[in-house]
């Protein structure tokens, strides 16, 4: 693993017994800037938001939170158990059925979230002998996967096939390849054509993180693997979560009947967790279902946020070019970041504020995530916002 993906190891029982050291770590957090704390938010919030992944603007839609409250009304408030036991209903299967038809891949699991189906696939695919090569931008959960995996774990550069190719070359055994399909925090797209190229080269499996691509990318919102014209084939194997485009929550595994029986009966995060709840599931198939019949929100999603980067960039912003709904704004440092996020808040906008160790590369940000129910009055709104709020080291 990359310095940026090791979590620092606790330090030995020091006076203020067992969990004293955790005052030392505090005062260390405080002072780089980087204490983070929780902030609950109203139901009736008045605020903008553009830190959410709320990318088709359908968490709050009619047709999803009415389908939600018909399944907890039908089904009950929880699964009951593990979806081995009794977790599993036919709304279950429903939403698996449907999210594999429209993505393109021949079959489908639903965990409780989108970590889990990572967690999953990554350790159930995987094992002692298996080489894993893993982008350095790749989410905590895609890293937490690659640690618990008990196999070979080489991180290569961001977004590099021949970094890829050469991690695979030599390599005799089993070897899966995994990358985010849009890394979270600048937005950029993965090649996946040509990680896919490394792969078959070498006989490596591609197992593709689409949290960010489900719903926005794609014929009308079907995924980055349907985008690059992977999905469905039988040596990728695809994960998102319900969570961001779909508006509910919950996560899948999507690829070859094959792999999906297998993660049935290995995977620990799918085996030993309760199955997702009834709501969400029924709230996320609603999406999906209105989704097929308005595709044009996952290009109106990707238009704003292009809006978003043309407009920032010629006030002088450094921004990232988004291939899809993520823009980050650069800061000069995670106390100007803190202050900056703090500004927009006060001024009515809520933006994302990323520090490390959220950031791989070490560099405090602002994330903007574009929503496709947006007004053109409140997308140059948010945009003066952020403008008039940047500190000065940000121009």
Same mark, same amino acid.
């Given at each position: 693993?990359?310095?940026?993906?090791?979590?620092?190891?606790?330090?030995?029982?020091?006076? =203020?017994?067992?969990?004293?050291?955790?005052?030392?770590?505090?005062?260390?957090?405080?002072?780089?800037?980087?204490?983070?704390?929780?902030?609950?938010?109203?139901?009736?919030?008045?605020?903008?938001?553009?830190? =959410?992944?709320?990318?088709?603007?359908?968490?709050?839609?009619?047709?999803?939170?009415?389908?939600?409250?018909?399944?907890?009304?039908?089904?009950?408030?929880?699964?009951?158990?593990? #979806?081995?036991?009794?977790?599993?209903?036919?709304?279950?299967?429903?939403?698996?059925?449907?999210?594999?038809?429209?993505?393109?891949?021949?079959?489908?699991?639903?965990?409780?979230?989108?970590?889990?189906?990572?967690?999953?696939?990554?350790?159930?695919?995987?094992?002692?002998?298996?080489?894993?090569?893993?982008?350095?931008?790749?989410?905590?959960?895609?890293?937490?996967?690659?640690?618990?995996?008990?196999?070979?774990?080489?991180?290569?550069?961001?977004?590099?096939?021949?970094?890829?190719?050469?991690? @695979?070359? =030599?390599?005799?055994?089993?070897?899966?390849?995994?990358?985010?399909?849009?890394?979270?925090?600048?937005?950029?797209?993965?090649?996946?054509?040509?990680?896919?190229?490394?792969?078959?080269?070498?006989?490596?499996?591609?197992?593709?993180?689409?949290?960010?691509?489900?719903?926005?990318?794609?014929?009308?919102? #079907?995924?980055?693997?349907?985008?690059?014209?992977?999905?469905?084939?039988?040596?990728?194997?695809?994960?998102?979560?319900?969570?961001?485009? @779909?508006?509910?929550?919950?996560?899948?595994?999507? =690829?070859?009947?094959?792999?999906?029986?297998?993660?049935?009966?290995?995977?620990?995060?799918?085996?030993?967790?309760?199955?997702?709840?009834?709501?969400?599931?029924?709230?996320?198939?609603?999406?999906?279902?209105?989704?097929?019949?308005?595709?044009?929100?996952?290009?109106?999603?990707?238009?704003?946020?292009?809006?978003?980067?043309?407009?920032?960039?010629?006030?002088? @912003?450094?921004?990232?070019?988004?291939?899809?709904?993520?823009?980050?704004?650069?800061?000069?440092?995670?106390?100007?970041?803190?202050?900056?996020?703090?500004?927009?808040?006060?001024?009515?906008?809520?933006?994302?504020?990323?520090?490390?160790?959220?950031?791989?590369?070490?560099?405090?940000?602002? #994330?903007?995530?574009?929503?496709?129910?947006?007004?053109?009055?409140?997308?140059?709104?948010?945009?003066?916002?952020?403008?008039?709020?940047?500190?000065?080291?940000?121009?």
């Amino acid at each position: 693993m990359t310095s940026a993906q090791q979590d620092p190891a606790p330090p030995p029982a020091a006076h =203020g017994g067992p969990f004293g050291w955790l005052t030392e770590q505090d005062a260390v957090r405080r002072a780089a800037g980087l204490r983070r704390e929780l902030r609950p938010r109203a139901a009736d919030s008045p605020l903008v938001d553009l830190a =959410g992944n709320d990318y088709l603007g359908l968490t709050r839609h009619p047709e999803v939170t009415r389908a939600g409250a018909d399944a907890c009304l039908r089904w009950g408030a929880g699964s009951t158990g593990s #979806r081995l036991v009794t977790g599993s209903t036919a709304l279950h299967a429903e939403l698996e059925a449907e999210l594999a038809d429209f993505t393109g891949f021949e079959a489908a699991l639903v965990l409780a979230s989108g970590y889990a189906a990572n967690l999953a696939a990554v350790t159930a695919l995987t094992g002692p002998g298996t080489l894993l090569v893993s982008d350095a931008a790749n989410h905590a959960s895609l890293i937490d996967g690659c640690r618990l995996s008990r196999a070979t774990t080489e991180v290569v550069r961001h977004a590099d096939p021949e970094a890829v190719r050469k991690a @695979l070359d =030599g390599h005799d055994g089993p070897a899966v390849v995994v990358s985010d399909s849009v890394f979270s925090v600048d937005g950029d797209a993965a090649p996946l054509t040509g990680l896919a190229g490394a792969c078959r080269e070498h006989g490596a499996a591609l197992l593709v993180d689409d949290a960010h691509g489900l719903g926005v990318l794609g014929d009308g919102g #079907r995924g980055a693997p349907q985008a690059a014209g992977l999905a469905g084939d039988p040596d990728v194997v695809c994960t998102a979560t319900l969570s961001k485009a @779909l508006g509910a929550q919950g996560g899948v595994v999507l =690829g070859p009947a094959a792999v999906i029986e297998h993660l049935v009966n290995a995977a620990r995060t799918f085996i030993f967790d309760t199955g997702l709840a009834p709501a969400a599931a029924g709230a996320a198939l609603a999406a999906l279902r209105l989704l097929r019949r308005e595709p044009e929100r996952a290009a109106r999603a990707r238009s704003v946020a292009q809006d978003f980067h043309r407009r920032l960039t010629q006030a002088g @912003l450094d921004a990232t070019a988004p291939d899809a709904c993520v823009v980050s704004v650069r800061a000069p440092s995670p106390d100007a970041a803190v202050g900056w996020a703090a500004a927009c808040r006060d001024r009515g906008l809520v933006v994302g504020c990323f520090r490390p160790p959220s950031v791989p590369d070490g560099i405090s940000r602002l #994330r903007l995530t574009a929503r496709c129910d947006l007004t053109d009055a409140q997308i140059a709104a948010a945009v003066g916002t952020v403008v008039e709020t940047a500190p000065t080291a940000a121009r």
